[in-house]
């Protein structure tokens, strides 16, 4: 099983990023993006269900973010747009098997961390 993150950057305030995560290995019943900026706890950023296309955001992403199905197979796009210098952190591409949930502990496989850097 192999999570393969891309599309970070460095960007200013007020601009977008679209972060790819590519899945190989198996199939998932969730795919999410999770986000660590230096000093604080990961923090769920969105999720996307494959079976219903259900979506699930945190507030502070809600309105400016989007999860949805990438044109590749088993792709998950993450449109980040109206980019604030607080969206900077380390994004993480995960999927899940079991439940939903917006913890961490819900996802079992996890991919390498892509940086973005939103300056003000």
């Known amino acids: 099983v192999q999570l393969q993150a891309s599309g970070g950057g460095l960007v200013q305030a007020g601009d977008s990023l679209r972060l790819s995560c590519a899945a190989s290995?198996?199939?998932?019943?969730?795919m999410g993006w999770f986000r660590q900026a230096p000093g604080k706890e990961r923090e769920f950023v969105a999720a996307?269900?494959?079976?219903?296309?259900?979506?699930y955001y945190a507030d502070s992403v809600k309105g400016r973010f989007t999860i949805s199905r990438g044109n590749a197979k088993n792709t998950v796009w993450l449109q980040m747009n109206s980019l604030k210098p607080e969206d900077t952190a380390v994004y993480y591409c995960?999927?899940?098997?079991?439940?939903?949930?917006?913890?961490?502990?819900?996802?079992?496989?996890w991919g390498q961390g892509t940086q973005v850097t939103v300056s003000s």
């Open positions: 995960a999927a899940s098997s079991g439940a939903m949930t917006r913890s961490q502990s819900t996802f079992s496989f």
């Open positions: 290995g198996r199939t998932f019943l969730h």
């Open positions: 996307f269900t494959w079976s219903g296309s259900t979506t």
